[in-house]
């Protein structure tokens, strides 16, 4: 019994040492669900960076494109673009959501119905340079619909 506690204890530390070095912390994952004939959807999710930091890349399987892109007022017009990088600061949580920064999934291979799993591989850069990836599953669901399961708090 003290062996298979001490090996559990064990474990648990391996977990939370794992967890302790993540330079990123994503929470609250999900993508807009899409109607018929509708080839584009937005993933939105909040970071929390450690050490100061930068969303470098998103991949998906579901799409063909995938981009980072922010809302901004040109004049009078909201204009939508992609942005090369997205600068996390330590400690601040920045938040991707709809009619600000989100990522954009462009030419999707099959619709996206409210319920489906959405697999989005996220890249960071820390300041050193070094990579980070981390792969998680966003739920699809309508603009303003609540998540199906209660939110979820990824560490990676």
């Not at 009078?76 to 673009?81: D, L």
């Amino acid at each position: 019994m003290t062996k298979q506690l001490s090996l559990a204890l064990l474990a648990s530390g391996c977990l939370f040492a794992a967890s302790a070095q993540a330079q990123v912390e994503v929470s609250q994952p999900w993508v807009r669900a899409t109607v018929a004939q509708q080839k584009a959807t937005g993933a939105f999710f909040q970071l929390k960076a450690k050490t100061d930091s930068r969303l470098v890349e998103v991949r998906s399987p579901a799409a063909e494109v995938v981009e980072v892109h922010e809302m901004a007022m040109e004049g009078t017009t909201m204009k939508m673009r992609a942005v090369p990088a997205l600068e996390l600061p330590a400690g601040k949580t920045v938040e991707l959501k709809p009619g600000s920064y989100h990522v954009m999934l462009i030419g999707l291979k099959a619709p996206v119905n409210a319920g489906d799993s959405v697999p989005l591989t996220l890249v960071f850069e820390g300041a050193d340079k070094k990579r980070e990836t981390v792969e998680i599953k966003a739920e699809a669901r309508q603009l303003g619909g609540k998540p199906a399961k209660a939110d979820e708090h990824k560490h990676h």
